[in-house]
């Protein structure tokens, strides 16, 4: 098995073969997957559990263990919006009830296959959820950090599998704080954010996708916090087009809460605008970030695809969640963002036009 190639984005150094850094021990950069991921549809392995058929694409050693609860295999369902069909990808059905479980599978086999058997990490509620239930699988003990207003059943949820619930007061950015300080002394720092090994695993929603609709959607929108999927989803589109299938890269629409929109920012007015950006409050807590680790990439991710950042209104949000549950979408209230999103955009999109519901209705007491 060919393992990725993971560099410092700033001074270029090849990630360790041990442990599990979350940041370049030498400079302090992030890192990342520099080169297309290495899908081969002639590798697609369907014995293996969930997402682990595309393991190839993973660049893990040969030996590791898939770390699955079955994740994946999420349906791709047709309604009518503003009257158009348009495609919904329903990532809240998979185990924990969000899209984090295709990072999260990917993260614990590494991590596993490294002989970690502690991290921490921080979440606003599904990332903690999702980690907690992967790392009791692969036999890791796992401390989340989460704002002390997170969603109730969230917390309740990482609580049942086990993990460590720390929750934090403050904002989204003191949680992770706490979190880097926890990894200041000597722990290890499981994040979605710095760590790229969850991205391999968000892009096999793109291969799905390619599967079910036998072709290239013209846009894939989602919700966009850190960005991790959105991420994924484009660099899977990439991988697909690179094994040999020609066609242009969806646009990648990536949707955010007004309240804190970073990514739309910088998107609509450059790196000025970033000191007006608040980290408000809103329904979409899922999205509550304020200075994503990888706010670059994306921008240049968004502007290659010919896509976008859009900004929704709180009166938009739980419009959006009941819009979404009267076709049969229980979703949260983070991943009602597409549905304003779509209203704007879906009118300058041909079809088909994929959407990705994120997380489940039951995370959410609102």
């Not at 190639?5 to 520099?34: H, K, M, S, W």
């Not at 983070?334 to 209705?361: C, H």
């Amino acid at each position: 098995m060919r393992l990725l190639t993971i560099v410092c984005t700033n001074c270029g150094r090849a990630y360790p073969l041990e442990g599990a850094p979350y940041q370049c021990p030498t400079c302090g950069g992030i890192f990342d997957i520099p080169a297309p991921l290495p899908y081969d549809p002639s590798k697609v392995d369907n014995s293996q559990p969930g997402i682990w058929r595309y393991r190839h694409t993973f660049g893990l050693p040969d030996g590791a263990e898939a770390v699955s609860f079955g994740e994946g295999n999420t349906p791709l369902l047709w309604a009518e919006v503003l009257g158009r069909q348009v495609a919904f990808k329903c990532e809240y059905r998979n185990p924990t009830g969000s899209f984090k479980d295709r990072g999260s599978s990917v993260l614990a086999g590494v991590l596993k296959s490294r002989g970690i058997r502690a991290a921490v990490e921080d979440s606003s509620g599904n990332a903690g959820a999702s980690f907690a239930a992967y790392a009791v699988r692969a036999g890791i003990h796992a401390r989340i950090f989460v704002p002390a207003s997170s969603s109730g059943p969230k917390r309740q949820q990482i609580e049942a599998y086990g993990a460590e619930l720390i929750p934090i007061p403050g904002s989204r950015n003191d949680v992770t704080t706490a979190a880097l300080k926890a990894a200041g002394d000597g722990l290890v720092y499981a994040s979605h954010a710095y760590l790229p090994f969850n991205i391999p695993g968000y892009a096999t929603a793109a291969y799905e996708i390619y599967d079910q609709l036998g072709t290239v959607p013209s846009a894939v929108l989602t919700p966009c916090g850190q960005g991790g999927l959105l991420l994924g989803v484009a660099r899977g589109f990439d991988a697909i087009r690179q094994s040999g299938a020609f066609f242009p890269l969806p646009k990648m629409i990536g949707v955010q809460a007004r309240a804190c929109a970073p990514l739309w920012v910088m998107s609509t007015v450059g790196m000025s605008g970033m000191g007006f950006v608040t980290e408000g409050e809103t329904y979409a807590e899922g999205v509550r970030v304020r200075t994503p680790v990888r706010g670059d990439i994306l921008l240049r991710t968004v502007k290659s695809s010919r896509g976008a950042f859009i900004a929704v209104d709180e009166d938009d949000i739980l419009r959006g969640r009941d819009e979404l549950a009267r076709r049969g979408f229980q979703v949260e209230p983070t991943s009602a963002l597409v549905w304003n999103a779509l209203e704007q955009v879906l009118g300058q999109l041909p079809d088909p036009v994929v959407v990705l519901l994120t997380g489940a209705g039951f995370k959410s007491k609102i």
